[in-house]
């Protein structure tokens, strides 16, 4: 049977031109005309070709370089060279030039603030092509490795107890010391020690720092590597890291906009991320979406005051867990007098509010009624009687749970699933993204700009075709 073998010492092996290189349908050219539509100045680049000073790679092919390869998961620096020498669709969009991995690192390195408003103009792009509506909007975090190690994370705990064991190892050299100086003045043994001395003062005053650092700030750990990024669990289960917003348009799926913080859960987010993507449209949602790790009443009521639907279940909601006899839904609400009534008849007084938890404390009127009570023992065993915890904004809180059951809203939950956690399954999944690169919150929100154009890209591609998107820019 004949044999189709390759000649690697033919004449002509790839054509003449590198316009020649990839397929007018080729993916790559929808990137390039994205990165060549959008407003490079106002994302803080500078392409001033008449700049005094040593040439540089243009800023615009480095973008291209940044955008594209995050899109197909080349992340690495070195990944990226590789792909310039090797790769045609790279060797295409960057016409041939090759920078270095420690160029493009640099770049990437230098140009955070810029990286971080792609998305931004990716979002509004699609918005000008009727890809995205605004009026519905899916909110959804996942916890993302940062570039650190666990064990560079340091706690209060950790601290005090290192420097017990930095103290007690200090008294012991200098015990050794003074041993040493009497019995033998004149050996190098006592200068072994005096430099291990040495060595424990300055650990010492590391952790010193570390201490001073966790309490002015308030932190509950610190990690040396990236001060920014927080001890996480997510399920790969504990480490150091971040917590990635998004928030996904309900029309196509796409990405409006993405967020990077160091908090370690959701509830303090849903606001300010609604907020981020209505200001990146430039308009109001009409429904903002998100799972029960958002449910924070101060939160939605800041959203909820916009005149914008709000289909977020509690706690409750979600566990859908059985109602006890004498579980606070039993207990009945006195506006009027600001009590509870038991399902006894027995009153619960308003007592204090707690401020730092904008929440207010109700106890038995009369604790001996308690006591004597039938249900003493399960209903509560504090001879104070029982207590019951209200939320100052509990009208609200039972307003967005009755509308959350509302068919109109269950429908729009039951597609959150599908919008909100797509985008991320792509990333970790499909792309293998299961960390940053970059550190501190500056980095790892440039990267999440990228993440996320590259997904747009990707999706917008599917829906218009290369060429479609390519003459739907050209018309915008």
């Not at 103290?167 to 015990?175: G, H, P, V």
């Not at 040493?180 to 043994?189: L, M, V």
């Not at 809203?409 to 990333?427: M, N, S, T, V, Y």
Request: charged share 25%; hydrophobic share 35%.
């Amino acid at each position: 049977m004949a044999l189709i073998t390759g000649e690697r010492n033919q004449i002509s092996f790839l054509p003449p031109s590198i316009e020649d290189y990839v397929g007018l349908d080729d993916p790559v050219r929808a990137y390039d005309a994205f990165v060549d539509h959008i407003d490079i100045t106002s994302l803080g680049l500078d392409a001033d070709v008449d700049r005094v000073g040593a040439p540089e790679f243009d800023p615009v092919v480095m973008l291209k370089l940044l955008v594209y390869g995050y899109s197909y998961g080349l992340r690495s620096s070195r990944k990226l060279e590789r792909a310039t020498h090797h790769n045609l669709s790279f060797i295409w969009l960057t016409g041939g030039l090759r920078p270095d991995h420690k160029t493009i690192a640099r770049f990437r390195r230098d140009n955070k603030d810029a990286l971080k408003k792609v998305l931004k103009q990716c979002a509004r792009l699609c918005a000008k092509l009727g890809l995205m509506a605004g009026n519905t909007l899916f909110i959804d975090g996942t916890k993302m490795k940062a570039n650190a190690s666990l064990e560079k994370t340091w706690t209060d705990k950790r601290c005090q107890d290192a420097l017990k064991k930095v103290d007690t190892r200090i008294e012991e050299i200098l015990a050794e010391c003074e041993a040493t100086d009497e019995a033998e003045a004149n050996e190098g043994s006592l200068t072994k020690m005096k430099e291990e001395l040495k060595n424990a003062n300055v650990l010492k005053a590391k952790i010193q720092e570390i201490v001073k650092e966790l309490h002015e700030t308030q932190k509950t750990s610190f990690n040396t590597t990236d001060p920014d990024c927080n001890k996480v669990k997510g399920r790969q289960g504990v480490q150091a890291g971040y917590n990635m917003q998004s928030v996904v348009d309900d029309q196509n799926g796409l990405v409006v906009s993405t967020d990077v913080v160091s908090d370690n859960n959701d509830l303090n987010q849903f606001s300010s991320q609604v907020n981020q993507a209505n200001e990146t449209l430039a308009t109001s949602c009409q429904t903002a979406c998100a799972d029960a790790g958002y449910a924070n009443t101060d939160e939605l009521k800041i959203i909820d005051d916009q005149q914008i639907q709000v289909v977020v279940p509690s706690q409750k909601q979600a566990t859908e867990a059985a109602l006890g006899p004498f579980d606070k839904a039993k207990f009945t609400y006195d506006s009027a007098n600001d009590c509870y009534v038991c399902p006894e008849g027995q009153s619960l007084s308003y007592r204090s509010t707690n401020q730092e938890k904008n929440t207010k404390k109700y106890l038995a009127a009369r604790p001996a009624a308690c006591r004597v009570c039938r249900h003493f023992g399960v209903c509560t065993t504090s001879p104070q009687g029982r207590g019951i915890t209200r939320l100052v904004n509990e009208e609200v809180k039972e307003r967005l749970e009755a509308q959350f059951d509302r068919p109109e809203c269950q429908a729009i939950f039951k597609r959150r699933k599908a919008r909100a956690e797509h985008p991320f399954g792509h990333l970790k999944w499909n792309l293998g993204v299961k960390h940053f690169l970059l550190r501190g919150l500056n980095g790892v929100k440039a990267e999440a700009s990228l993440l996320f154009t590259g997904f747009n890209l990707k999706r917008t591609i599917s829906i218009l075709g290369v060429h479609g998107l390519i003459q739907a820019m050209e018309t915008t």
